[in-house]
T-cell receptor
Framework: DAKTTQPPSMDCAEGRAANLPCNHS???????VYWYRQIHSQGPQYIIH???NNETNEMASLIITEDRKSSTLILPHATLRDTAVYYC???????????????FGKGTHLIIQP | KAGVTQTPRYLIKTRGQQVTLSCSPI?????VSWYQQTPGQGLQFLFE???????NKGNFPGRFSGRQFSNSRSEMNVSTLELGDSALYLC?????????????FGPGTRLTVL
């Protein structure tokens, strides 16, 4: 799986949009971009994933650049409960099965300020 | 639908002992993956089970083993515990039939080795 680069930490004011960048310049055509977050000492929580089109769900939006070399996770109205470590992961997602292990980097520690 | 459950949530053992951790996947999910999280190494993939067979394996010594039962519940065992095995052990479940399956994590078991 390709590697990702994320800033180690970011601050965001409560109520504002939090924009978390991820660089994945070596991503292959068959690799998806996944985002998870982990609140202190809890299990990682799935947020969203996408291949090349922008995606939106009830938690967040995912914007993937046209060349797919980077993406941005957007939390539209950040709350204090969004303080967590956010992981951007790229993984091959083809074929009929085989849940290869997710490769987690160090992620971005997002701190929402009141 | 109930999420992934792990038992016990906390465990204290001494060096040389062995330990068994349990994971119950989301109903209908047939794949269970195990991860170890430590402050130094981050989140690392241990192995994945599907239909009672180990399908993928990370780079861990043979002291780490697992199994899966016909109801998809999984256990992992660590023998001859070392101080460095102190970690948060996470399991994740997915349907397991497609490489695009999203993995959903449990709350983890915090193991402390004294």
């Amino acid at each position: 799986d390709a590697k990702t680069t994320q800033p180690p930490s970011m601050d965001c004011a409560e109520g504002r949009a939090a924009n978390l960048p991820c660089n994945h310049s070596t991503i292959s055509g068959n690799e998806y971009v996944y985002w998870y977050r982990q609140i202190h000492s809890q299990g990682p929580q799935y947020i969203i994933h996408g291949l090349k089109n922008n995606e939106t769900n009830e938690m967040a939006s995912l914007i993937i650049t046209e060349d797919r070399k980077s993406s941005t996770l957007i939390l539209p109205h950040a709350t204090l409960r969004d303080t967590a470590v956010y992981y951007c992961i790229v993984r091959v997602a083809e074929g009929g099965g085989g849940a290869d292990g997710l490769t987690f980097g160090k992620g971005t520690h997002l701190i929402i300020q009141p | 639908k109930a999420g992934v459950t792990q038992t016990p949530r906390y465990l204290i053992k001494t060096r040389g002992q062995q330990v068994t951790l349990s994971c119950s996947p989301i109903s209908g999910h047939r794949s269970v993956s195990w991860y170890q999280q430590t402050p130094g190494q981050g989140l690392q993939f241990l192995f994945e089970y599907f239909s009672e067979t180990q399908r993928n394996k990370g780079n861990f010594p043979g002291r780490f083993s697992g199994r899966q039962f016909s109801n998809s519940r999984s256990e992992m065992n660590v023998s001859t515990l070392e101080l460095g095995d102190s970690a948060l052990y996470l399991c994740a479940s997915s349907p397991g039939t497609s490489g695009r399956d999203t993995q959903y994590f449990g709350p983890g078991t915090r193991l402390t080795v004294l």
